[in-house]
């Protein structure tokens, strides 16, 4: 249906749509933890310069100096698993799990980690970051004297902290399957959104040396649990996964406080595809100053793969869904085999998005913080195992998530940093594999293009839309409920409102807002709750209508 003529284009946090972060109203009046959050970054830290935790790897003349590895984008190395000093069952477990050889950022890595160092690793999505964590983890616990049976409460000797639930899922089943031939090592999974009783009773009667988690609940262990400090106590290594993201202003506090509550003698490794300067200057909170900065991505290329397919598309929103629906049926008759994720801006507007999809007969799931944690778990697995299937979902599958062969990601709406730009892409593309990506933006938010201006993105022209598409669009979204895109245009208010781009100008951003609405099928704007209105700083604007 669509032919894009692409030309050439030099065109935050990241919204954590996910439950275990700081909690603000805006969670509960916005929606999306993320929305807020993403765009309180954390300014620069000039007074903390990286060169304070330089190490050996920043030269005489203060540069720092990169270990680089790898070539380009190729998944593998040569270097096998087998010729780096890992023990015999650790070793069968690689080997069962199917990995041989290791990826570039595995290669460069696990020496300097089994050495003890303290690492900071930003390497490609896809390629491999949780197996170069988790192994020299694995060797740290299996030379630790094995635990007393009688031990009420044994240490934990390992704390994965991960930004999203179903980062932390995945990391610990990917742990559960190395240590197939370590029976004695247990691994606990601590998430928000499921039972802390349960997590309590679970840690007590099944002793783990790893524990996964997200920030907000393992703080609450550390708060209620009781015994659970003095477990930590005996932290060996702490991992911080998507580091950027943990140690962006939106989790800092939390793991500050984790931080302090870990002996001061241990290991501490930080992974990411992304690592922007000001995370550089502040991950002195959590590690030694003689740390390495591994960084596979080679200087002068891009942080995302050559064989992904990056295009943008400009339209107005009221052209965006029959874009959208347009997109999707070319890309399904294209792919038998198609697995999209279309990735929106608040957890209400996915869920709208959601069930537009759906109305127009595609084969559509939902996943964001607004949904029961059971929901999540079963649709984020369904996903991993299936083909023929589009999720719809907020930034909680931004990051991390490995779902295989995903064909394709659009991203509707500014993301909320370069950063999260990166990592939703990410979702496709995974260990070598092909994939595109489409960013579609509203002519006002352009203005992003220009950070992701050295990536390799083009422009698409902007696609025809024929007579039946429109009709059908605007039949589906005629049966959509009303409630739904109420909740909808008052999560994108609060997410605009939080952007420092675009709510700079309130009186813009409700002429926006009401394009939004508009763009929905409704005739008069939304009425938002007083209160709300008022901690977003939007009382008394014009075009607001207050209930
Ligand atoms: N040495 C290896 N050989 C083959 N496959 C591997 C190897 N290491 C990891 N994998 C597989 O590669 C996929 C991607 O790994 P992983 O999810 O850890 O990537 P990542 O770098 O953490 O990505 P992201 O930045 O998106 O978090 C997983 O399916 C994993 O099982």
Known sequence: MFDFGSSEDDGELGEVDEDDGPSGFEDDLFDDEGGEKDLVKSPANNSAPFESIKGESVNQDGVVCTRESGGGDSYLSQTRFD??????????????????????????????ILKGKDVLAKAKTGTGKTVAFLLPAIEVVSKLPP??????????SV??????????????????????????????????????????????????????ATPGRLKDHMENTPGFATRLMGVKVLILEEADRLLDMGFRTDIERIVAALPKQRQTLLFSAT???????????????????????QEGSEETHSQVKQMHIVAPLDKQFSILY?????????????????????????????????????????????????YRTRISKEFKESKGLILVSSDVS?????????TLVVQIGVPTDREQYIHRLGRTGRRGNEGSGILLLAPWEEYFLRSIKDLPITEATLPLIDLDTKRKVEKALAH????????????????????????????????????????????????????????????????????
């Open 326 to 374: 347009g997109l999707l049926t070319d890309h399904i008759s294209e792919n038998v085999d198609y697995k999209v994720i279309v990735f929106c801006t608040t957890a209400k507007v996915t869920s709208l998005v959601a069930e537009l999809l759906a109305e127009l007969k595609l084969n559509v799931r939902e996943i964001h913080s607004r949904k029961p944690q059971s």
């Open 398 to 406: 931004a990051r991390g998530v490995d779902y295989p062969n995903v």
């Open 159 to 212: 704390v994965v902290v991960c930004p999203t639930r179903e980062l932390a899922d995945q990391a610990s089943a990917e742990a559960n399957k190395l240590l197939k031939f370590h029976p004695s090592i247990g691994v606990q999974l601590v998430i928000g959104g499921t039972r802390m009783a349960l997590e309590q009773k679970r840690m007590h009667t099944n002793p783990c040396q790893i524990l996964v």
């Open 480 to 547: 959509v409920e009303v409630k739904d895109k109420e909740l909808a245009y008052q999560a994108w208010l609060g997410y605009y409102n939080s952007n420092k781009y675009i709510g700079r100008d309130k009186y813009q951003l409700v002429s926006l807002a009401n394009e939004f609405s508009r763009s929905l099928g409704l005739n008069n704007p939304p009425a938002v709750p007083k209160l709300v209105l008022r901690k977003m700083g939007l009382n008394n604007i014009p075009g607001l209508r207050s209930k």
């Open 275 to 297: 690592v922007p300067d000001e995370v550089r200057q502040v991950c002195h909170i959590a590690m030694k100053r003689d740390l390495e900065f591994v960084n596979t991505v």
């Open 147 to 156: 635990i007393d049976r009688d031990q009420k409460r044994p240490p934990i």
């Open 83 to 112: 010729e780096c000093s890992l023990s015999p069952l650790t070793l069968k477990g690689v080997k069962a799990a199917g990995y041989e050889r290791m990826t570039a950022v595995q290669e460069a890595t696990l020496p300097i």
